[in-house]
C-alpha cells in the first residue's frame, strides 16, 4: 500500500502522533507517545535499519513497484492473450516455490489467534472495511489451519475498548471458532486496543499446554498505538520465559514496539512481523502463519538441553455406533457414534481431542499422516526445456491428461518467446513440470495441486501401485491412449 502511506501520515498528524518517516520512504516506523506499550524514537534506528534489510525477504515491496505492464508484450496474433496466461502461471508458480529443506517443526501447536476489534478496524483501505476482510481471513485462517495441524489446539481472543475479550476458548475443533468469529459481524469495532492486556490472557491460555507442543500467539493488528495498564516490557519477559512465540500482522504501518516483540520471542527473529500491503498480501501473511514453525534449537535461555525428544502417548480409537444413545464424556449430550478412549472407555464425540477423564490425546492416524508432509515436504518440481520435453516425448500430464503444447521444430528452441509470449521467471516454456525423482512431466494445475493439497507426486505413488497390481496398470494405458486419441481429434481440429 505504498500510495496509501500519504494517508496515515496525515491522519497520524491529527491524531498528535509521533511520525518518524525514514528517507526511503516505503516502509514507515511509526512509535506514538500515548502509552509505556511503545519504545520511544531514541536508539533503534540502527537496529531497525538492520532489521529492515532482513524483511525484504519477506516484504511485497519488491513485487509492488514491479512493473508489471511492461512486461506485456503483444502475441503474433496480436493479443496480449498469451502473456496473460503467462503472468497467471507465474503467480501460481511463485507459490509453489518454496523452501523444502527438511526443518524439526512443532507439529503439535497451540496457537491463540488475537483479532484486533479496535477503532481502527474501522478504515476502508482494505476493502470492505479492515474489520470484514480480517474476519473473513479469520475464518479462512482456521479451517486452513485445522487441514494442517489437526492434532493441534487453537483459541481465539479479540482487543476491544482497551480490553482483551475472549472470542472462543482452546480447542481443536474449528467449527466452534468459526462460529465465534461469525457472531463478530453484527458487532462494530471500538475502542483502543491493548497489546498488553491480549498477550497476558493469551499467556494465561497457553499457561496450562503440555511443553511437548508449541505455544504461539498470532496478532492481526490494525492500530498504531496500543493503550496499555503496565510496562509491556515485563510483558515480552514473561512471554521469552513462558516460550510463547508471537508473530504479529500489521494492516497499517511498521510499529517498533510489535517488531521488539516478535523478536524477542522468536530467538532473534523478526521476520514474523509482517505489514500487509494489499488484501491479497495479507491473505498471503495470515496462510503463512498455517505452515507450523520451525523448531529454534537456540533459544534465547539455553540450548538444545531445553528442548529434548521426548516420546507422546497417543490413543487411536476406532468408531463405535451404540444401539442406544449415550452420553459423550466431553459435552454429555446423548449420541449413538463416537470414539471409545483406547485407554479408560470414555466415549468422545469428535476426534482429534484429549480423553475428558484420563487426558490421554486421541487421533486417528490420518491425522498423523495429514501434519507429515510438513516434515519431509515434496520437492519443488523443475521446468522442463523444449529440448527435455522432445526427449522424454511426453504429451500428455501424467496427472490429469491434459495435453502439452506440441514440441516446436528444433530451430525455435532456443527463443523461448516463440510461439508461447513473454515467459515470466519461474514458468516452463513447454508447459511441463518435472518430478525430479520419477521424471515424469505434469502441467501447471497438478503441480500446484500435488504440491498445495495432496502433497504427494502422483508418477512416484503410482509407480509403486503398477509393480503390485498389474491390471491397474493396464487400466491407466488404455486410459493414455483414449486421451491421445482424443487429442490427436482435438489437434485436427485446431489445424483445420
Ligand atoms: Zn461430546
Ligand atoms: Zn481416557
Ligand atoms: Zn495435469
Ligand atoms: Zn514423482
Not at 36 to 58: F, L, M, Q, T, Y
Not at 241 to 267: F, P
Amino acid at each position: 500500500m505504498a500510495d496509501s502511506d500519504d494517508e496515515y501520515v496525515a491522519e497520524a498528524s491529527e491524531k498528535d502522533i509521533e511520525i518518524d518517516n525514514d528517507d526511503d520512504g516505503d516502509d514507515d516506523e511509526l512509535g506514538t507517545g500515548s502509552g509505556a506499550a511503545i519504545s520511544g524514537p531514541g536508539g533503534r534506528a540502527a537496529r531497525s535499519r538492520d532489521a529492515r534489510r532482513k524483511k525484504k525477504g519477506r516484504g511485497g515491496a519488491e513485487w509492488e513497484v514491479s512493473r508489471t505492464w511492461e512486461t506485456l508484450v503483444e502475441g503474433a496474433d496480436g493479443t496480449i492473450s498469451a502473456t496473460v496466461e503467462g503472468l497467471l502461471e507465474a503467480g501460481k508458480r511463485k507459490r509453489l516455490l518454496r523452501d523444502t529443506t527438511p526443518l524439526q517443526r512443532g507439529i503439535i501447536r497451540h496457537l491463540i489467534l488475537v483479532l484486533d476489534l479496535s477503532f481502527a478496524m474501522a478504515e476502508k483501505d482494505l476493502r470492505p472495511t479492515r474489520y470484514l476482510l480480517t474476519l473473513r481471513y479469520a475464518q479462512e485462517f482456521v479451517q486452513e489451519f485445522f487441514e494442517q495441524n489437526p492434532i493441534s489446539q487453537l483459541g481465539v481472543l479479540g482487543m476491544r475498548d482497551g480490553l482483551a475479550v475472549r472470542i472462543s476458548d482452546m480447542s481443536g475443533n474449528p467449527t466452534e471458532h468459526i462460529l465465534a468469529i461469525q457472531a463478530l459481524l453484527t458487532k462494530d469495532p471500538k475502542g483502543l486496543p491493548s497489546l498488553q492486556n491480549a498477550l497476558e490472557m493469551a499467556r494465561g491460555a497457553l499457561f496450562h499446554t503440555p511443553t511437548h507442543g508449541t505455544r504461539e500467539v498470532l496478532i492481526i493488528f490494525g492500530a498504531l498505538l496500543s493503550s496499555d495498564p503496565g510496562d509491556i516490557h515485563t510483558t515480552i519477559q514473561t512471554l521469552v520465559s513462558d516460550k510463547i512465540r508471537v508473530s504479529i500482522i500489521g494492516l497499517a504501518a511498521q510499529v517498533a514496539i510489535c517488531r521488539e516483540l516478535c523478536a524477542k520471542t522468536n530467538a532473534g527473529d523478526d521476520s514474523v512481523y509482517g505489514v500487509a500491503l494489499n488484501e491479497q498480501h495479507f491473505r498471503e501473511l495470515v496462510m503463512d502463519a498455517t505452515t507450523p514453525p520451525v523448531t529454534h534449537h537456540t533459544t534465547a535461555t539455553g540450548s538444545a538441553k531445553d528442548n529434548p525428544a521426548s516420546l507422546l502417548m497417543m490413543g487411536f480409537p476406532s468408531r463405535t455406533l451404540d444401539p442406544f444413545p449415550s452420553l459423550c464424556a466431553c459435552h454429555s449430550t446423548p449420541s449413538r457414534g463416537g470414539y471409545l478412549c483406547s485407554r479408560c472407555g470414555s466415549k468422545v464425540c469428535s476426534l482429534p481431542a484429549s480423553c475428558p477423564a484420563c487426558g490421554l490425546t486421541l487421533i486417528l492416524s490420518t491425522h498423523l499422516a495429514r501434519s507429515y508432509h510438513h516434515l519431509f515436504p515434496l520437492m519443488n518440481w523443475v521446468e522442463v526445456s523444449w529440448q527435455r520435453a522432445a526427449a522424454a516425448k511426453s504429451e500428455n500430464c501424467f496427472a490429469c491428461g491434459l495435453a502439452f503444447p506440441r514440441v516446436p521444430p528444433r530451430a525455435q528452441w532456443g527463443d523461448a518467446g516463440a510461439g508461447s509470449g513473454v515467459t515470466a521467471k519461474g514458468i516452463s516454456v513447454s508447459g511441463r513440470y518435472e518430478c525430479t525423482v520419477c521424471q515424469r512431466h505434469f502441467c501447471i494445475d497438478c503441480d500446484v495441486f500435488a504440491h498445495e493439497v495432496v502433497h504427494n507426486c502422483p508418477g512416484c505413488q503410482s509407480g509403486i501401485v503398477q509393480r503390485e497390481e498389474t491390471t491397474i496398470g493396464n487400466g491407466n494405458a488404455n486410459g493414455n491412449a483414449e486421451l491421445k486419441g482424443q487429442q490427436e481429434q482435438v489437434d485436427a481440429m485446431d489445424t483445420g
